[in-house]
Structure formats: C-alpha cells, structure tokens
C-alpha cells in the first residue's frame, strides 16, 4: 500500500507471476520469441564453443519473456482476472438484479428499497418486463418513474424485505478530465480485506471498477479513463416527412399531419403511417411543425418518445424510438471502428454528468451497480458508448434522482 492506494508496480509483478504459473507451459510452446538453432550432441572429437556473455544474458531475458507471456485478454477480462475480484462484488450482488423481457436479458438493475424498488437503463425497458433476483426468484415489474435526462427507469416489484444496495458513503469524484493508462491488476485484492481507512478519497483515473451481475465473478472489470463530465447530445430524429401544406379546419384535426414515413425509421418501426396526424409528444400538443421538432429535438437517438396519434377516427398511443441521423463518410468509418468490439448503446448521448470507463460491455449488460476495490457502490453503468467506453452515471447523480423516479411524478404515459 501507498497511502493507503495499491501499489500498482508490485501488483503487476504478482500478476505477471500468476500469469507464468497458469499459463507458461502452454505459451511457451505456442509463441515462443526466437527458436534455438538446433545443434549436433557434443563429441569427444569436437567440444562446443562456449557462448558468448552477452548470448547467455538474450537468452535468459528471451526465456523469461516466454515464460510470463500472457495473452492482453487474461489482463483485461479473463476468468482469472474476474476471480480475484468476487470478494468485491460478493456483497453487492445480492442486491443486483436481471431484468428480463421473457426469458431474455435485455438490462441489469439495482434494488434500491427493501419493498421492491428497483433502478435500471429506461431506454431498454421495453413491454412487460420481469426481475430476475440473484436466489433465482422472479418478480414481475410495473414501471413506475422515467427520467429522460439521465435514462434511468425505476421498477416496482411486489416483495418485501430485499436485499439493498448502500449508497451512501461514497467517494466523490473530482471534476477534472484526466485520462488514464491501465495500472497493474489488483491481484491481492482477494487477500486483502477492506478497511474503512483504506480507499477513502476520491475516484482517479486509473482505479479500478467491477461490473456486478448475478454471478460469483463480475462481469467485467476494467478502470476509470475519464473522470465525470457532462456527455454531449446528439440529434435524435424520428423519420417521418411533414406535411408543411396542412392547415386545420374548424372541424379537422389540431396537429401535425404525416405525409412520408422513413423506411426503417422509429417512426415506422412504431406503426406510424401517412396520412396520421402527431397531436402530442408525452403530454406536450403539438399543433405545428415547429412544436413538432422543439418537442423531439431535445432527445438523443435511442431516447423512446410517446406519441399521441390521430388515425381517423381512433386514437393510438404510439412509443416510437428516434434514430440518429444517416452518417457521413468519414462518420461511417468512425461507427464501423467502434463497433468493431461489439454492439453498442442505442442511447449513449446526452448525460448531465457521467464517468467513462475502459470495461468492455453489451447494451444488455448496463443498467446495475459498479464498484470499486472496497466493493462500495460509486456508479451505475448507462451505455457502452465505443469500442473501449463504457459511460456511468456517478452514485451521487443517481441518488439525487431517486425520490422523483418513486413519487409518481415521472409516471411513463405509453410504455
């Protein structure tokens, strides 16, 4: 320890020695740096040439090297790494939640309230959802708070006396950018047990995070790049061509009349058609164009808008899902790059605050807690957001929102 922080020089030297017991006997065979010329056993006629000092000394750093050669996955994301770090998640798990559509994973969430309150990603709430608890239990979820500006949904499950996540107490994070390089893994961190002196400042780049789930080991482990920022917008669009000619009569129709629909658009995928008429967006009337677009422009592709819709005679309430804008060139070739480690957020734009870490993630895997080496709770994962980002929103921000997403106030309309 230095002041009270983990030396991280000495914990990669024990990582490298792990890595050389568990792995040394397979790699050295497979990615050897150099291959020894082969040479004819020793006669009685002719001795070898004893080696140069300096061929002795490549040889041995070359065999070293062989040796603790691991691959960059076992440092970043492997079975062994994720191991070290059950001690940190085993408490916090309990309180951590799948929250299901069906049979199928589609977020993680937290139990923030012993009588079935549950916090989670609203952008993946879709339909009838179902909690998932880590004793195999399942709860069926009503949707009780959406808070747009953060993508924060709260859940309400019919159970009582759950396990809770403690969000109090937290570190605070400092309010500078800083990037960080990967420090050495925590790999005694199993053996150490948590103090309440030890950890207590504030998050810096560079200290490590674990993504809770159900299981023993974390999701995923990986350590904080950037430190809370605001993350900016980005246009959402909902697909659709208006018709600018429209004007209501005494008896007609107060809203906006739809004469295109984009193929493969949010507007089309939610059933919209020509000829409908978009009389609100939540509980906002749109009666012209221009209160059409202020109503969608403030929303990030991936944020889900509830719309009043006038189809002749029926009245439809529409939850469509904004797309962002058909990309560039060079803006193509940016989205193929970061999609080259996986799928990422529909929603990903547009956070008051958010910390950015390098913990490779799904969509399907943000929503739930992330904690520090301490197995405090300082953050919820809300999008992965590029190929090595993953963004979170601190505890402190979540903690703030709570009381609202409870109250009824923030009461979804169509979802």
Known sequence: MTNGRFDHRWLTLVLLAIGATLQAPALHAQTPLAEAPATEPPTAEAAPAEAPEQDVVSESIQSLFNSLWVP??????????R?????????VREATVEVRVGKRRIAYGGIVGPDGWVVT????IQGEVQCRLRDGREFDAAIVGVDIATDLAM??????????LNLGSQPTVEKTQTVAIRPATPASVAAQPASSTENSGDLQAGDWLATVGLSRDPIAVGVVSVLPREIDKSPGFLGVQIDLNYVPTEDGVIGVRIETVTDG?????????PGDFITAVGRTPTTSPQG???????????DRVELTVQRGDERLE???TLHGWAPNPAEQRAHYQNHLGGDLSERRFGFPTALQHDTVLSPNECGGPVVDLDGRVVAFNIARAGRTESYALPVSLVRSRLLDL???RLAPVGL
């Open 265 to 273: 658009g949010g507007a089309q995928q939610a059933g919209i058609q």
């Open 121 to 124: 990603k609203a952008s993946l």
């Open 155 to 164: 859940l309400k499950l019919d159970a009582k006396n759950l396990p809770t």
């Open 292 to 302: 059409l677009k202020e109503a969608i422009g403030d929303r990030n592709p991936g």
């Open 318 to 320: 529409i939850v469509a």
């Open 72 to 81: 960059q996955s076992r440092y970043t994301n492997g079975p062994h790494l």
């Open 406 to 408: 409870m109250s009824g």
């Open 83 to 91: 191991a070290v770090f059950r001690p940190v998640v085993a408490e």
